[in-house]
């Protein structure tokens, strides 16, 4: 009975997360149609959409957050994740820089192992000093920012207006980020504290790091088998 307690609020996160697993980075007809009949508010909405169903890019600020200890370290980190994903969206589907999507998304899921890697001291088991937490948080958001610019040029955004619909997505994407990222906040903040924490955050960053093992092999199969 108290295991079940122990691991309840893993099963709150996952419950939070598996919405974004299922429609993870879907670019579908749905969303061109949403693009080619509206404004650029329309770009904004797809944006927030996307952000909101990256179960890559959730599960990284995730772990992300697990790390730190108080309100304005995680507006600080995730600042910083901000800056870095906006460099990469904005400036790489402006000059039209193009990555393979499976190949982006690989490295993405190599960071969600990475920080539950982390969270988990696997540096220090190692006797290596972990690198710079802002510093890679930042790398990171310019890795992510690359495969957010790799979704946003598989729509036609058609010949006008080509910046401000770029602006616009990445608004969404930010509001997006917002709103996904408070449930998850106050559920890791409410633990903290509870004696079932310490169970609820080795489980929690152990998952991410499966997590990160499996969507990067997945990512290389579709690499591997719609890249040739």
Do not use: C
Request: glycine share 12%; charged share 10%.
């Amino acid at each position: 009975m108290f295991g079940f307690f122990k691991v309840k609020p893993l099963l709150l996160l996952g419950l939070l997360l598996f919405p974004s697993i299922l429609l993870a980075h879907d670019v579908s007809s749905g969303d061109q149609q949403i693009l080619n009949d509206g404004g650029l508010l329309s770009y904004v909405w797809v944006g927030a959409k996307h952000m909101l169903t990256g179960y890559d890019h959730l599960l990284f600020l995730a772990g992300v957050i697990f790390f730190l200890k108080g309100f304005r370290d995680i507006v600080k980190f995730i600042t910083v994740f901000t800056i870095g994903h906006s460099i990469t969206l904005l400036g790489g589907t402006y000059l039209g820089i193009q990555v393979n999507e499976y190949a982006i998304d690989a490295v993405i899921a190599l960071s969600v192992l990475y920080k539950g890697f982390e969270n988990l001291d696997g540096f220090g088991k190692l006797g290596i000093k972990s690198p710079n937490l802002l510093g890679m948080v930042f790398l990171f958001g310019l890795i992510h920012g690359l495969g957010l610019s790799t979704r946003l040029q598989s729509f036609d955004m058609g010949q006008d207006q080509i910046l401000l619909k770029i602006i616009s997505f990445n608004v969404g994407v930010e509001l997006g980020q917002i709103a996904a990222l408070i449930p998850i906040i106050l559920l890791i903040n409410s633990w903290k504290g509870k004696t079932s924490y310490a169970a609820f955050y080795k489980a929690s960053n152990v998952y991410l790091m499966i997590a990160g093992i499996g969507l990067f092999a997945y990512q290389l199969y579709l690499f591997f088998t719609h890249s040739h």
